[in-house]
DNA sequence: TGTCAATACGAACGTTCGTTCGGTTCATCG
DNA sequence: CGATGAACCGAACGAACGTTCGTATTGACA
């Protein structure tokens, strides 16, 4: 009943880790990590540096001399949020099982829990990515492409061998991506789902998606007890 | 090698018939047509009201004639876009036949027809509830939560009779909408895919996950040829 | 023909925006 | 001790913001 005074809020995420540890530290940190909770919450547009200098406890003016404009400070949450994503899937790619199904796994999983640990972190780079100038975000297009161009790769080697049944590499691309997308918006501290679960879960149905039988020994099992 | 110079668009779509034939007539439609293109290309807070006016060929003053207020502008394509969304799934699902299977399929094409077809008041409809006030919102969270439970139920009934293989139904639920969810921002007019034919292989996506088998009598046909 | 309501307009209101400027503090180091 | 440079601040800049005001135009109807 009390549904019309509540603010609808963007993500349901509030006190996660939200910065690789290594950018959230000195002042330059708590503008950082200001800036992502108010770009999240908000939008880039929605957030004024006077709001970013007041939740990380400085000056407007101070904050230039850490940065040389609103728009190099959203660059900067964009990019770590594009790197840690390419981090992830990458190592994860490198330390599972060299077969297209352990593999499409591995990815997802990774990818999952990206969106469900940083989630602030991805919902900025993702909601956020068209608010940033071209010539201020440059590389981290590159890095946006090439994340996509893994799991699509993954996907046309697997319907290259057999292992995989269907289609169009582009759509399941798309599918399995999007849906993992989506955890950054709706996971919360207070989510009942453990993010092992949901991991595991989604790793299941982008084999599903595939055309994967659920007998595939690749397939992810229970995850451990509670 | 002109990837720094071009603009990171939002969405892809950029000539679709962006809003329902009803509400696009007049200087108020106009003005409705010009705030949906500049609210999902640059969000709420990207786009102001003189760049409405301009859009759509009057002053700034004349929108106040159409509307109170910004945020009634938003209110009014959100609330279309919502019910627009809740008004296709649940026409589809009387027409098509009773089974579990039959019914998400059904969904499923209604849902991705709609993020594709009109993917501008799909991605103002989500990216922007946000900036939304709830006084002025109201019964769009509602419509919201019912099509979300539209598709809960028909997963949870085809689990409890055994139609579906799967633990829990709310993380499919989430991940079959939010692949659907994501059409809207890469399908555009210039894409090599028919709605038809995404339409299909996501409702294919999404009796897959649910553990239903390729060979199921509801598991959607190839669809007709070019 | 006179009147009313709807639609449109140019100009301006007060506020907030991103950013800059001049100056102060303060630890570091020759 | 004096110099240096980074970090920080209060105050202000011009521009852009959502919105309001007073007025002009118009078509429908008495």
Same mark, same amino acid.
């Given at each position: =009943?009390?549904?019309?005074?509540?603010?609808? &809020? #963007?993500?349901?995420?509030?006190?996660?880790?939200?910065?690789?540890?290594?950018?959230?530290?000195?002042?330059?940190?708590?503008?950082?990590?200001?800036?992502?909770?108010?770009?999240?919450?908000?939008?880039?547009?929605?957030?004024? =540096? &006077?709001?970013?200098?007041?939740?990380?406890?400085?000056?407007?003016?101070?904050?230039?001399? +850490?940065? $040389?404009?609103?728009? %190099? @400070?959203?660059?900067?949450?964009?990019?770590?949020?594009?790197?840690? %994503? !390419?981090?992830?899937?990458?190592?994860?790619?490198?330390?599972?099982?060299?077969? $297209?199904?352990?593999?499409?796994?591995?990815?997802?999983?990774? %990818?999952?829990?990206?969106?469900?640990? @940083?989630?602030?972190?991805?919902?900025?780079?993702?909601?956020? @990515? %068209?608010?940033?100038? $071209?010539?201020?975000?440059? +590389?981290?297009?590159?890095?946006?492409?090439?994340?996509?161009?893994?799991?699509?790769?993954?996907?046309?080697? /697997?319907?290259?061998?057999? *292992?995989?049944?269907?289609? *169009?590499?582009?759509?399941?691309?798309?599918?399995?991506?999007?849906?993992?997308? &989506?955890?950054? !918006?709706? !996971?919360?501290?207070?989510?009942?789902?453990?993010? *092992?679960?949901?991991?595991?879960? !989604?790793? &299941?149905?982008?084999?599903?998606?595939?055309?994967?039988? *659920?007998?595939?020994?690749? =397939?992810? #099992?229970?995850?451990? /007890? $509670?």
């Amino acid at each position: =009943m009390n549904s019309a005074t509540a603010p609808v &809020r #963007r993500l349901a995420a509030t006190a996660t880790p939200d910065l690789p540890e290594s950018a959230s530290q000195g002042s330059r940190g708590a503008i950082l990590n200001a800036a992502l909770h108010l770009f999240a919450e908000h939008g880039f547009e929605g957030a004024s =540096m &006077r709001d970013i200098a007041t939740a990380s406890g400085i000056q407007p003016a101070t904050i230039y001399s +850490h940065f $040389p404009s609103k728009q %190099h @400070l959203l660059a900067e949450l964009v990019g770590i949020g594009h790197a840690e %994503h !390419y981090r992830r899937t990458s190592t994860a790619l490198l330390e599972c099982q060299p077969t $297209p199904a352990a593999q499409v796994v591995a990815f997802v999983q990774a %990818h999952v829990r990206m969106h469900a640990e @940083l989630s602030m972190l991805a919902v900025v780079a993702n909601a956020e @990515l %068209h608010a940033l100038k $071209p010539e201020i975000g440059g +590389h981290v297009f590159q890095l946006r492409e090439q994340s996509t161009q893994q799991l699509q790769t993954l996907i046309e080697r /697997g319907m290259a061998g057999g *292992d995989f049944a269907l289609e *169009d590499a582009w759509l399941a691309t798309a599918a399995i991506g999007g849906m993992g997308l &989506r955890v950054a !918006y709706w !996971y919360g501290d207070d989510s009942d789902q453990s993010v *092992d679960g949901i991991a595991h879960t !989604y790793a &299941r149905f982008a084999l599903r998606i595939l055309g994967v039988a *659920d007998t595939h020994p690749d =397939m992810p #099992r229970e995850p451990n /007890g $509670p």
